[in-house]
C-alpha cells in the first residue's frame, strides 16, 4: 500500500444528506428545547441557547473586535439584534402553539421575501397556497382544539425576523468574514434575548444538568446544522438548498409528534403542505432566491 493511500482522508458528507440531517438536528433541538420550557421559561430556554452557541461560535472563529470598522458594526449590530428577537419570538410562539404549525408560520416570512415584488403569475400562486396554509392554521372560531392566537401571531413575526435576518445577512456578508460575522451576530443576540432570560428567573432556575441540556440545544439547534449547512453550500445551488429546507415543516411535525406528543389534525397537516409546497415552488421557480439559513 502507497504511503498517499494510507493517509485517511476527512469524511465529507454529501451536501443533500448535509442539508437533511441540519434539519433533523434544527428540529430535534427546538423539541428538546420545548422540553426545558417548564423548568427554564421560553425566554430562559432561548437566552441559554443562543448564549452557549454566541460564546462556541466566538470560540471558534474569533472576530477582532477592536479592529472592526464602522461600516462592519453598522452592518452586524442590527442583524444580530434581529436574530435574537427572532429565536425568542420563536421561543414564545412554541410556547403556545405545537412545533410543527410554528415552523410553518414562521417560512411564510423567508416566502414572502422570495416573491415580494415579483409579477410572475407562478409567484403568484404560491401566494395563494401559503394564504390557505396559514388561513387553514388561523384560530377563527375559538373553542376547545383552536390555536392560541398570540401564538399564531409570534410565529409569524418570528417569520418576519427570518426575512429581515437574510436580508441583513446579505449585507453583512458584503463587509464581513462569514464566520465571524455570524460570531459577532449572536453575541449581539445574545444581549438582546439575555435580559428576558434573566427577567424570567433564568440564573436562580439554573442548575448543571439544566446547563449540560442547554448546550445541548446549542449544539443541536446552532452549531451542528450551521457546520452541516455551510458545507453543504459549498456544492449545493441555492435553489436546491432552499427546496430541501422546505422540509422544515414536516420534519418539526414529525419531531413533535415523537418527542413531544403534538398531535395535528388532518386540517394542520394540510395547512402545514399547503405552506411547505409553496415554499419549495417559490425556490424551484426564482431566478435567484438567498437560501433561508435560520441560526
Do not use: H
Not at 399547503?274 to 431566478?287: L, P, Q
Amino acid at each position: 500500500m502507497s504511503e498517499a493511500s494510507s493517509v485517511r482522508r476527512p469524511l465529507i458528507l454529501p451536501p443533500i444528506p448535509a442539508v437533511l440531517l441540519a434539519v433533523v438536528s434544527v428540529q430535534g433541538g427546538a423539541a428538546f428545547a420545548k422540553e426545558l420550557f417548564p423548568v427554564l421559561g421560553s425566554a430562559g430556554t432561548a437566552g441559554l441557547r443562543i448564549g452557549l452557541s454566541a460564546l462556541m461560535l466566538l470560540a471558534v472563529f474569533r472576530p477582532p473586535f477592536a479592529r472592526l470598522t464602522r461600516a462592519q458594526w453598522v452592518a452586524v449590530i442590527p442583524y444580530g439584534v434581529v436574530l435574537g428577537t427572532m429565536n425568542l419570538s420563536f421561543y414564545k410562539a412554541l410556547e403556545r402553539i405545537p412545533l410543527g404549525l410554528a415552523v410553518t408560520l414562521e417560512f411564510v416570512g423567508p416566502l414572502a421575501l422570495a416573491v415580494f415584488g415579483s409579477r410572475r403569475a407562478s409567484d403568484f400562486l404560491w401566494v395563494v397556497l401559503a394564504a390557505v396554509g396559514i388561513a387553514l392554521i388561523a384560530p377563527w372560531r375559538g373553542g376547545v382544539g383552536s390555536l392560541d392566537l398570540l401564538g399564531v401571531l409570534l410565529a409569524l413575526f418570528a417569520g418576519a425576523c427570518w426575512a429581515a435576518y437574510i436580508v441583513l445577512g446579505g449585507r453583512v456578508s458584503r463587509v464581513f468574514p462569514g464566520g465571524q460575522s455570524v460570531a459577532t451576530g449572536m453575541l449581539f443576540g445574545a444581549l438582546t434575548v439575555l435580559p428576558f432570560s434573566f427577567a424570567e428567573g433564568l440564573v436562580v432556575r439554573l442548575t448543571p444538568a439544566l446547563f449540560a441540556a442547554g448546550l445541548a440545544v446549542a449544539l443541536l439547534s446552532s452549531a451542528v446544522p450551521y457546520t452541516l449547512e455551510m458545507m453543504a453550500l459549498r456544492v449545493l445551488p441555492s435553489r436546491t438548498f432552499s427546496i430541501l429546507m422546505s422540509l422544515e415543516p414536516a420534519v418539526a411535525a414529525l419531531a413533535g409528534l415523537v418527542f413531544l406528543r403534538e398531535q395535528l389534525t388532518v386540517t394542520q397537516w394540510l395547512a402545514l403542505v399547503f405552506v411547505s409546497a409553496a415554499s419549495a415552488g417559490a425556490a424551484f421557480t426564482a431566478r435567484r432566491v438567498p437560501p433561508p439559513v435560520e441560526t
